[in-house]
C-alpha cells in the first residue's frame, strides 16, 4: 500500500529553526509537495521537490532524497504565524495526490 | 473574492437527508476536485474531474455523487447522509501542470450529521 508517514505534532520557540521530516512509500513518484493548513483554513501550497536536494524559498526550504524515500521542510526564524499544520504529499505513477495526515506545529514565545 | 468559493460553509444536518456541496471557481482550470478531511487523516480524494465530460472516481466515493456543471462548477451531493460522513469538505482545482501540480483549495465545507 502507499503510505505517508510525518510527525503529529512538533513544539518549537519564536525565532528558532525546525525541520519537519516525511517518509514516503508510494507506487511510483511525480514530485513531493508540501501545504501550510492554519487551523479551520484551506491548505496552501508551499513547495515541490521532484529531483534530490534543497530548494529554498525565503525561511522555508524543502529536501528530498527519491532513494530514502524521506523528505523535510525547514522553516528559519520561526514567527508565531508559522503555528499550523505542514502536509506532506506525493503524486504518485497515477498522478495522484497521495497526502500525509499532517505535523501541527506549536510556535511558543 | 476568493478564487475558489464552497457553499454552504457550515452545515448540520440529520441522518438520511440528501446534501448538495457547490463549488464554483474563477481560475479558469480545467481540474476539479473533492476531499474530505478527517481528524488524524490525510486528505482523501472523493471525486475529481479533469473537465466537463470526465468525472472520476477517487479513494472514497462511495455514499456520494458528483455533478460537474460547467468548466466553473462542481458539486458533491451525499444521497442519504449517515454520521461517519461527518468531515471538513474541500475543493480544490489546479491547472494540470505536473511540473507544479498546485492545488488551489476553498474554504471549506463543514457538515455535521447527526
Known amino acids: 500500500g502507499q503510505n505517508i508517514d510525518q510527525p503529529t505534532e512538533m513544539t518549537a520557540t519564536e525565532g528558532a529553526i525546525v525541520q519537519i521530516n516525511c517518509t514516503y512509500q508510494?507506487?511510483?513518484?511525480?514530485?513531493l509537495f508540501w501545504y501550510q493548513q492554519h487551523a479551520g483554513e484551506a491548505p496552501t501550497f508551499l513547495s515541490y521537490n521532484v529531483l534530490d536536494g534543497l530548494e529554498e524559498k525565503g525561511r522555508f526550504s524543502s529536501f528530498l532524497s527519491r532513494s530514502k524515500g524521506y523528505s523535510y521542510l525547514l522553516l528559519k526564524e520561526l514567527q508565531m504565524k508559522d503555528s499550523a499544520s505542514y502536509l506532506c504529499a506525493v503524486m504518485d505513477s497515477n498522478y495522484q495526490l497521495i497526502w500525509g495526515a499532517g505535523t501541527k506545529l506549536i510556535i511558543k514565545p | 473574492d476568493a478564487d475558489v468559493t464552497q457553499t454552504p460553509r457550515n452545515r448540520i444536518t440529520k441522518t438520511g437527508k440528501r446534501i448538495m456541496l457547490e463549488c464554483s471557481q474563477t481560475k479558469g482550470h480545467d481540474r476539479m476536485y473533492w476531499y474530505r478531511q478527517d481528524p488524524g487523516l490525510g486528505l482523501r480524494l472523493i471525486y475529481y474531474s479533469f473537465d466537463v465530460k470526465d468525472i472520476n472516481k477517487g479513494e472514497i466515493s462511495d455514499g456520494y455523487s458528483v455533478s460537474r456543471q460547467a468548466q466553473a462548477k462542481f458539486s458533491l451531493s451525499l444521497e442519504s447522509a449517515i454520521p461517519n460522513q461527518t468531515a471538513l469538505y474541500f475543493c480544490?482545482?489546479?491547472?494540470?501542470?505536473?511540473?507544479?501540480?498546485?492545488?488551489?483549495f476553498g474554504e471549506g465545507s463543514r457538515l455535521t450529521v447527526l
Open positions: 480544490a482545482t489546479s491547472d494540470g501542470r505536473v511540473d507544479t501540480g498546485e492545488l488551489f
Open positions: 508510494t507506487s511510483g513518484f511525480n514530485g
